[in-house]
C-alpha cells in the first residue's frame, strides 16, 4: 500500500538531520459560483492539499538557528521529497538568525470555536440571501462571486505539537448598480466570514444600493481644505490595522515599529483612548482557530488599554527577540474605547468618508490617503452626498484627536467603532 | 539556454490527455492545464535572514474546464494519479454534478455561452534564461544580498535597516483539449531594495526595483538601486505636503505605468464589458486621450516578468495596439469574454494560480514613446510637480475615475526644478480628462515589472507596465 504523503516526509524530516522541524498540511475543500445578474456565469470546485515544511538547523553551536522550507507538492514521490528536504536543510544552514525554541505543546480553549463547515449548505444559503434582495430597476445587482470552503489543517512539530482543526471560510464580492436617466454607477463590496450569514449579507449588498443611489445624486466634492472627516464604512478597520501593526512583534524587532511598552500609542492624545483587543473567537469570523499558524494556542489579549501599549503580538520568532514567552499569531481584532454617541461626532461642518476606492494607511510612517467613491458633507444642517477627490494626511498626529463611538460593528474578523472621527483631515475636491 | 520544461509535466501528460479522452465522452468542450513551477525568495537584512521556496506563483496542479447545456465549469485539484485518470474523472463528475443539483434546486438560471473553438494547436515555447532558480547558489547569494544591505546602510544617514531581496520562477505549463498541445517554460526574476530610515521622527522608507525574464543572475542589477534607494530616502525626509489642487505634472516611467495600468488597463478587460461595468466599452472608436497617446497591452510587447507564449485558456500572446493616436481601438479580452461578446481572444485569459478561475487580465501595458527630453518638459511647465515612485492605485472601470498614490513629487517653477518635495501624493481624476491632457511625451521608455495586479480586491497575478515621462494635467491631494 502507497503511504500518505504527510506520513512519508514526517518520516524523512525525522532522519534528515535538523534540529527542528514543523510540518502544515492544508486541506481545502472549495465550491465558487459566479454570476452576472443573478444567472449563473460558471461554477468551480477545488479539491487541494498543500504541505509546507519548514526545517531548522542550528548554527555555531546554537547561538543562531538558521531555517528555510517550502512546499512539498502532494504528488512528490519519496526521491523528491527527500531531494527538496536535502534542499530545504543545506540552505537553512546559511540562513544566521538568533536562537530561538520553537513551541511547544499548550492546551488551548477550544469551547465554541468549532464552526459548522459544510461547503454546499454554505454555498446554498449564499444562494438563497442573493436571491432574497431586494431590487428595483433604479437599484439591482450587476454580479457577483461567492466563495465557499472547508479548510483542516493539521500542524506538527519537533517538539511534541500535533494539533488538527477545521473552519470555514467564505468570502462574496458583489457589484451593485444604481441609475436614473442620465447615468449608472456601481458600488463594490466585500463580504467574508466563516459560513454564511443570510440577513446580514442581504442587508449589506442592500446597504451598498442605498450608497449607490446617493452616490448616483452626489456633487464633486468640494476643496474644504482642512476638515473633520468621519469614517463609517469598513475602511475605517483600516485606520486600526496601523495601531495592531505598531504593536506587532515582527514591526518591532525590524525597527518599522518603535512603539514601547507601557507608553501611550499616540502622543498628546486628547481624544478617545484606544483599546486594542486580540480576540480568540468573534462570530461567523473567517479567522477563528483555537491555534495560530505555528500551533500555539489563541486567546483573548490586550494589546493597547486605554491608549497605552500593554503587549506585543505576533509570530514565535519575532516574540522570543522581544523576549516574549506567551505570544501567538492573532486572527481576530477589536476596537473599543469610543465614548460618543454617533450623532455627537457629526458635529459642525464635517465630511463623512462612507466609501473610498481603496483607502490605505501606511503602517510604517502612518500616511494614510484615499480617493472618495461616496461621502456625505455635513453643513449647515443639510446633508449632502458627494464623490471624487481624496482625503489624506499622516494619522500619527490626526490620531491626538481622535474620536470614536460606543456603539461598534463587525466586519468579519474586526470588530470596530461604527464611526471614528479625525479632525484636520485634507480633503482635496474635485469640482 | 533554453528553460527546461518540467519532468513532472512530461509524466503526466499522457494521463492527462486520457482525461481529457474521458471527458470528452461526457461533455462538449473539455481543456486541461496543469501547472509546475518551482522557485526562491531569498532575502537579507541587518536584523533578519530568510529563505523559501515558495513565490507567488509557484504551484503545481491541474484544472479542467469542462462544457456542457451552455455552461462552463472548472475542477481543481492537485492530487492527480496519471494511470488512472478514471478516477478524476470520476470526481470531478461527482462534485459538478452535486453542484448542477444545488442550482436547480435554487432555481437559478444558465447565462448561456456558446462552445469553444478547439482548433488544432501545437506549441513548444521554451524561452531562453541564464541560471535557473534551482541550480541557485543560495549561500552566495544571502552573502551577496547580506552586502547589499550593508552597503546600503553605509551609504546612507540615520538608517535604521536595508532589505535586499531576490525571487526568481521557473514557470512550467501545459496546456491540453483534445487538439491542442501546448507546453511552455520560462523563467523570470525581481529584485528589490526597502530601506527604512528615522531623523528628527519621522520615519520613511521606499523601495527600488529591478525585474526581467531571465534568471537570478538579475542580481547583479541591484547594486545601483540602493544608491537610488538612499537617494530618495533623503528626498522624502524633507518632504513636505502638497497644496491640494490641480497641476501641470510630469509622471516619471514608473507613475506612467501606473497611469497605463489602473487609470486606462482595467477599464478595457472585456469581461468587464460583459457585464457593463466598464466605461471603455461605450468609448470604441472614439477619442479617450490627445493625438500623442498610444498605448500597447500583450504578453508579446515586452520580455518582462509576464512575457509568455500562451495564457492560461490556450490562446497565443498578443500585441494589442489599445489607442491609437487618442482613439480607443479595443480591448483586451480572455476566451469566454470574446465568445459573448462576439469578439476574438487576445491572449488575456490569466489565473492566480490553477485553482482560481479565469479573467480578462493585464500583462504588459505600455505607452508608446514621444519625442521630447525630460528637461525640455521640464522647462515647458511654469509650476506644477514630477511625480515619482508609484506606491498604489485602484481601477474604477465603471467611472473611469482613477486613484494613484504616488511616493513624492519634484516641485517645478519656471522650468526649473526647485528642489521642495512633496510627499506622498493621491492623485485623482477622470481618464479621458487625464489622457487628453497629454501634451509632451519623451522619447525614452522603461518597463516595471516588480509589482503584483489584483481584481478588485483579489486574484493577485504578475504583470509589467510602462512607457515614457508623460506631461499631463492631473489632480494631486
Known sequence: MRMDILDTVLRQVREIGADDWEITDTLEDGWEFYFIRHALDQNRAKKVRHLRVTLYKKIDGGAFLGSAGGEIPVTSTPGESQKLLRTFLSRAEYVRNPYYDLNGPREAQTDGIAAEADVEKTAEDFLRAMESVREDENAFVNSYEIFTSRVEKRFVNSRGIDVRYAYPSSMLETVVNARNREREIEMYRMIKGGSCDGEEVRRCVEESMAAGLDRLGARPTPALGRCPVIFTGEDAAELFNYFAFLLNAGSRYRGTSRQELGKDVVEGAQGDRITLRGLGYLPNSSGNRAFDPEGAPVRDIDLIREGRAVSYWGSRAFSRYLGLEDSFIISNFGVSGGTARREELFEGTCLEAAAFSDFQVDPVTGDMAGEIRLGYLYRNGERIPVTGGSVSGNLRKLAAHMRMTKEERQYDSVRIPCCTRLEDVTVAGCE | MKTPFSAYLEGIAPGAKRLVKCLKERYEYVSILCTDSVGFRAMASQRQVSVTGETMTTERGCVVRVYRDGLYSEYAFDRFDPSRPEETARELCEVLDRQLALLKRSGTAIYPTGLMEDGPAEVRAFFETGTLPEECDIPALIGRLTALSGLGMKEGRDMVDVRATLQSTHISKMFLTENRDMRQSYVY???????????????VHTYAGVSGRCGP?????????????????????????VEPGEYDVITSPEVTGLIAHEAFGHGVEMDMFVKNRALGREHIGKRVGSDLVTMHEGAL???????YAFDDEGTPAGDVTEIDHGILKTGICDALSAL????????????ENFEHKVYTRMTNTLFDSGTSTLEEMIASIRHGYYLVGMESGMEDPKHWGIQCIVERGYEIRDGKLTGKVVAPLVMTGYVPDLLGSVSMLSSDREVFGTGGCGKGYKEWVKVADGGPCLKCRARLG
Open chain 2, 189 to 203: 526574476s525581481e529584485g528589490t531594495i526597502v530601506p527604512l530610515a528615522v531623523r528628527d521622527g519621522k520615519t
Open chain 2, 217 to 241: 543572475e538579475l542580481a547583479d542589477q541591484m547594486e545601483e538601486k540602493v544608491f537610488e534607494s538612499v537617494r530618495t530616502l533623503e528626498d522624502l525626509l524633507k518632504a513636505e505636503s
Open chain 2, 301 to 307: 510587447c515586452a520580455q518582462s516578468v509576464t512575457g
Open chain 2, 340 to 351: 459573448r461578446l462576439g469578439t476574438k481572444p487576445t491572449g488575456n485569459g490569466k489565473r
